[in-house]
């Protein structure tokens, strides 16, 4: 391959688009999942896996549970993949937002069904911090 075909094959890349989407983490053993969506998908799928790896993945549940049962007890699974048309006027983080949403209310993957957090309306995360707040005496 020449130079010239180097070039032009790193610009078609560039310039290509990169899928988004959601995907989850599959135990295979108790079946719980974590879900996650990306903006490149491949490459978050990549992120979890190597922070998988070495022992740093910031969901220390699961992180636990790789960590006793290996890595062949696990199974990454693409959910939904979206790629917005080049010209598309539509609101990335939105869409991608919206996606996980609808994947984390069908899978319920809290708990021990999963290793996710639930999501928290803004008046729960607000009594949550004013509860903490009380509890805690004066200094």
Known sequence: MNKEDRKQRKRNYQQ??????VFLIR??????VFVVAGR?????????RFDLIA????NKSLQSD????GSQNFAFEILEEFTPPDDSQIDEAK???FMEKLWLE????FAERGYNEPILSRAEKLRRIAA???AKPDR
């Open 106 to 109: 069908k899978l319920r993957p």
């Open 132 to 134: 903490n707040r009380l």
């Open 27 to 32: 135990n295979i053993v108790n079946d719980k």
């Open 66 to 69: 790789w960590a006793l049962l």
């Open 55 to 58: 022992g740093s993945h910031r």
């Open 40 to 48: 490149n998908l491949q490459g978050i799928i990549n992120r979890h």
């Open 16 to 21: 290509s688009a990169v899928p988004m989407g």
């Open 95 to 97: 869409e991608l937002s």
